[in-house]
């Protein structure tokens, strides 16, 4: 399907056969590779121009008038192009008639700073929800794989976040709390002043990246963002949390429930290793790292409620873990049914995208034989 009059040829028989724009913009993004928002356009049969001229004729905030080129810049972005607006990201939604969401994708998460990584998300999140991402099978089995209640209602995505220690802020007392940090290498020499009251690790944004875009592709629900701060003081929905002893939502799950299945065991050097249930160790060493996919019911009288921890030892075991989840969910799913279920990936050193799975423990699954 290399030229225009293939892609309109399928369009219009899709049309036909009664598929909405949104179901016609993923076989395009499936049998092109094309981004998502020139796989939106494509499935409306819209050029350039039309999408300005429509976006002119609905634009009432005296804002410049758009033009052909800047929707391209908007396809393209971040291979180059402009980063969409969120204002951007409303208007293409109505105009195409798709929800915001469908217009986002992993690799414009992965090139935002957080800030605009969080908009991103917290505008997709906002967006109506009316179609099931995948149809059939696929959809149905993803809800048996997450739960009812993350099916119909989504769930909480929570990460750890710090402040800094006593001593630091001891240390640094009298210093102006939005220069304490700086810019890397920047070319400018205006100062750049940030306010961070608590900092979060990179690695847990990546990973948390990797399962929005999991989340988008599979389920037409909101979810919200969460510190484990807040998470920890109200456990009242259904959670995804990111990172090992770093967050609360761990422990509050190894204090929760009477057999966990897994534990955080310190050790000699002044780290930690893996126990789970079924008596197998893992360590992370200088060559590979492991990480976790866990989903666990906590509450026996909410059994519609699902913990997913995605967590992981070393930088790279909670990214790790969460592209194994999002790109694997399936396996897992195979393995373990609705049961209670830790898996164990293995993370080589040079990737978070090489972790391969090592171990499925499955609740009620006897010890391995050492």
């Known amino acids: 399907m290399k030229t225009k009059a ?22 395009f993004q499936a049998r092109t590779r094309a981004r998502c928002r020139l796989a939106a356009r494509w499935a409306t049969g819209m050029t350039l121009q ?12 005296g804002r410049a008038p758009m033009t052909p080129q800047r929707v391209s810049d908007y396809e393209r972005w971040p291979d180059g192009g402009r980063r969409p607006t969120p204002h951007a990201l409303r208007m293409l939604s109505r105009i195409y008639d798709v929800d915001v969401d469908r217009l986002i994708d992993s690799a414009d998460l992965g090139a935002c700073d957080d800030r605009q990584m969080m908009e991103m998300m917290e505008l997709g999140s906002s967006s109506s929800a009316v179609e099931r991402a995948d149809g059939g099978v696929v959809a149905g089995e993803f809800e048996e794989f997450v739960g009812s209640e993350i099916a119909k209602f989504g769930a909480s995505l929570v990460y750890p976040t710090f402040r800094l220690t006593d001593e630091v802020r001891t240390a640094v007392s009298g210093l102006n709390e ?33 399962v929005v875009d999991l989340f988008q592709s599979h389920l037409r629900v909101s979810w919200s963002l969460q510190t484990d701060t807040d998470a920890v003081r109200d456990p009242a929905r259904s959670i995804i949390s990111f990172g090992l002893s770093s967050n609360d939502c761990t422990h509050m799950y190894l204090e929760t429930v009477d057999s966990p299945l897994f534990s955080v ?8 290793f893996l126990r789970l249930a079924d008596g197998s160790e893992y360590r992370s060493t200088a060559g590979e790292q492991f990480g976790i996919v866990m ?3 906590p509450f026996p009288d909410t059994p519609d409620r699902v913990w997913f921890l995605v967590s992981g030892l070393g930088p790279l075991g909670t990214p790790g873990a969460a592209w194994y989840l999002a790109t694997n969910w399936s396996e897992l799913h195979r393995r373990a049914g609705a049961a209670d279920f830790v ?4 993370v080589r050193r040079y990737s978070e995208k ?17």
Do not use: C
Request: glycine share 4%.
């Open 6 to 27: 293939e892609r309109e040829a399928l369009r219009r028989d899709l049309v036909g056969r009664g598929h909405s724009t949104a179901d016609i913009a993923r076989v």
């Open 50 to 61: 039309e999408v300005a001229d429509s976006w002119n004729r609905l634009e009432t905030s």
């Open 178 to 210: 939005q220069l304490l940090y700086e810019k890397e290498q920047s070319p400018f020499t205006r100062m750049h002043r940030i306010d961070v009251p608590v900092a979060a690790a990179v690695n847990d944004m990546r990973a948390l990246v990797y």
């Open 265 to 272: 065991v310190p050790d000699e050097q002044g780290s930690e």
């Open 295 to 297: 989903r666990a019911r």
């Open 343 to 346: 898996a164990v990936v293995r």
């Open 354 to 370: 090489s972790a391969q799975l090592q171990h499925v423990y499955v609740a009620g699954q006897p010890r391995r034989s050492s």
